[in-house]
């Protein structure tokens, strides 16, 4: 039986939170990329977590690697195309870009 | 080699299909000839596979995993139907030739027929109900694609949806049937259902059995869902002979014959079948009545004549409803190519606007009557033997009330049947446009189709030899021809019907005299005209998908934050849900 290392749960729950309170609260584009970029490194914390409860460290920590690979990926072409949602629209508000709400 | 032929039927329409897309719409000859060449090549393979029956499964093909085994039976009932759909098929490919000549797409057009002839073979040579399934999907796109084929006219276009949107409801429930087949007995192969029906729980195969009822009777256009046959009128003449008339509305028939075995044990399954059946029949004729629209007419009759059918079976006459769809596919489908012939050169399907064309037209005139002669059930014609078979099932097995109206509905037919030929061919010419009758590739199609239904009943007994040997659970008796028609000679049955038939005739023939009743039904009349308000169902359900659907939007509203709101509480719900739970 291992025991759960409440500090790191803890830490995940609340980079978690900060994450999704951003989401629900900003209507900013770069802000939305921002806080995807934090709930990811939660996601990751809670992988390297998993592997340690479940004895396998390797497999945990190795998965989280992968995740940080294809989370940067995905921050720059976010951010690419926000730059690009900008120069088009002139906005980043979230609200104000509906073009393709029927 | 039977496995062989079973291949070149369902394949080489769908090689056909694919060549004649790539001939090109440029290339108009070839893919003539292509579509030609290629469906009756299929036709004649399944002509062979008539002398290759047998009740074992001949294909068995290892799809893997869930899906299990596609197998492929040859048996009677199959390979009968395969061969009116590639034979009929084939004769409406060639009528094709002269009705579409000029059109735009043929491409699309023959290719869809072609896809749907080795569908519509596949459909009934399977014996995997979820492979079953998937060709029952397939003549049901093909029915679409085809009936919405001028695709610029929005009649068309509607007609097309419904009739797609109508026949999925069926294809859910046979869905259903699949699966909870596969739950049952770990395969999909009915067979074994058939076989013994006592391997499956009882509750189980009587919810597979409405199921089928449901699948069928939209897949017929049966009642309650006859509506999306009329509006199916859209498609190309061919089209419906060959699709809305001779083949796929056939395919509920076929699940019920086939399935019989298997539910007729179920309590309530039978009189369900037989009430479908007559309201189907009864309530179509009176609207074939009073519809003005050639092809309409015919619609409401092929609605009224798969009644016949369905309720034959429901009577426990598998055989009498197989021998009336073998009639009734070659005198319908002959019967729509003849009107096919008139609207191509009249140019309109409103048959107010024909009359007295029977002197420019001799041949589509003749055959038209042939047909008609049929589809009222005078005697010789093959419609007289099978019509004869099926209200003699009825007098027998079923209810003597389902039988009177049965009757009824054949007297009907025998009115609206002589209504239209006097309206299309007889009476006053009702404009001096010159006319031409049926061209060169026209009479291919319908001569043999005219014989078919002058001599098809001489069939009677190799038909029943045919379905007694390869289906041992159908219980069908192998009889002679002789034997079928002293059986109809000899009963009494026979001449009731024949009785109310003229009845039928003498009441057109007075039709004068009768005004006063035709005055005391008019509500009928109004109510046939309304289509006894299924087409007002349709709207109110069609109104209140959309009226839910509108509401349903205001909770689409595109923002993030309320979106994520609605993600944190289905989450928070989650984990209280986990935590209530221990």
């Given amino acids: ?29 770069i802000k939305v990329v921002i806080a995807l970029q934090i709930l990811v490194k939660a996601g990751m914390i809670a992988l390297v977590l998993a592997g340690r409860i479940n004895g396998q460290v390797m497999t945990g920590q190795s998965i989280a690697l992968t995740v940080i690979v294809a989370d940067t990926i995905v921050a720059v072409i976010a951010l690419a195309l926000a730059v690009q949602v900008k120069k088009h629209h002139g906005t980043v508000d979230l609200d104000k870009l509906r073009n393709l709400k029927g | ?193 058939i076989a013994d029906p006592g391997i499956i729980d009882p509750r189980i195969l009587s919810g597979m059995a409405f199921g089928c009822l449901v699948a069928a009777a939209a897949k017929s256009a049966q009642f309650p869902f006859q509506t999306w046959l009329p509006d199916a009128m859209e498609a190309p003449t061919p089209i419906s002979a060959l699709i809305h008339a001779a083949t796929m509305v056939n395919a509920g028939v076929y699940l019920l014959a086939r399935f019989f075995p298997a539910f007729k044990g179920v309590p309530g399954w039978t009189t369900a079948v037989i009430l479908v059946g007559m309201i189907s029949a009864i309530l179509t004729a009176i609207m074939a009545l009073v519809a003005n629209d050639l092809k309409r007419v015919l619609a409401y009759s092929t609605v009224s004549q798969l009644g016949y059918m369905v309720f034959a079976i429901g009577c426990g006459g598998v055989y009498a409803s197989q021998f009336h769809l073998f009639s009734h596919s070659i005198f319908k489908a002959l019967l729509f190519l003849a009107a096919g012939a008139v609207i191509h050169s009249v140019g309109t399907r409103d048959m107010r606007q024909m009359g ?11 055959v038209f009557v042939i047909g008609s002669l ?26 003597i009330w389902a039988y009177a109206f049965m009757l009824l509905s054949a007297g009907l037919t025998a009115f609206y049947t002589f209504r239209m030929v006097y309206m299309v061919f007889y009476g006053k010419p009702s404009s001096e446009k010159h006319v031409h009758d ?101 709207a109110g359900i069609v109104r209140l998908t959309l009226g839910a659907a509108q509401k349903l939007r205001t909770t689409q509203t595109g923002l993030l934050n309320w979106n994520i709101a609605g993600l944190l509480i289905a989450f928070i719900a989650v984990i209280l849900i986990l935590v209530v739970r221990g």
Wanted: proline content about 3%; charged content about 10%; some cysteine.
């Fill in chain 1, 1 to 29: 039986m291992t025991t759960i290392p409440y500090i790191d749960m803890l830490t995940v729950m609340i980079v978690f939170g900060i994450g999704l309170y951003t989401l629900l609260i900003t209507r900013n584009l």
């Fill in chain 2, 438 to 538: 049926a061209q060169p590739a026209m009479k291919v199609a319908l001569i043999p189709l005219a014989a078919g239904a002058l001599l098809s009943w001489l069939l009677a007994g190799p038909f029943s030899s045919l379905l007694h040997n390869s289906l041992p659970a159908h219980e069908i008796h192998a009889i002679t021809t002789t034997e079928v028609l002293m059986e109809v000679l000899a009963a009494p049955a026979t001449y009731i019907a024949l009785a109310v038939v003229a009845l039928g005739l003498i009441a057109w023939w007075q039709r004068q005299h009768l005004g006063g009743v035709a005055h005391a039904f008019r509500w009928l009349t109004a109510a046939a005209e309304n289509s006894f308000g299924f087409e007002a169902v349709n």
């Fill in chain 2, 374 to 399: 049929a589809l009222a059930g005078i005697p010789v014609l093959n419609g007289f033997w099978s019509k004869e078979l099926v209200l003699e099932a009825g007098l027998q097995h079923g209810p």
């Fill in chain 2, 1 to 193: 080699m039977a496995s062989i032929l079973i291949y070149l039927v369902i394949g080489l329409p769908w090689i056909g299909a694919l060549l004649v897309w790539l001939a090109g719409d440029k290339r108009t000859t070839v893919q003539h000839i292509l579509a030609i060449l290629f469906s009756v090549a299929s036709g004649i393979a399944a002509v062979a596979l008539l002398f290759n029956t047998s009740s074992t499964t001949v294909i068995n093909l290892d799809a893997g995993g869930v899906f299990g085994q596609f197998t492929f039976v040859a048996d009677g009932l199959a390979v009968f139907l395969a061969v009116v759909a590639t034979v009929i098929g084939s004769l409406a490919v060639i009528f094709s030739v002269d009705y579409m000549h000029g059109e735009k797409s043929l491409g699309r057009y023959y290719a869809m027929v072609l896809f749907f002839i080795g569908g519509m073979a596949g459909l009934v040579l399977t014996s995997n109900l979820l492979l079953m399934f998937f060709f029952w999907e397939i003549t049901a796109l093909c029915s679409y694609a085809l009936i919405a084929f001028h695709n610029d006219d929005p009649k068309a276009v509607a007609g097309g949806i419904k009739a797609l949107i109508i026949t999925q409801l069926g294809g859910v429930g046979l869905l259903a049937g699949a699966l909870l087949l596969f739950s049952q007995t770990g395969s999909y192969d009915f067979n074994r259902m």
């Fill in chain 2, 356 to 366: 007295a064309l029977g002197k420019q037209m001799p041949l589509t005139r003749f």
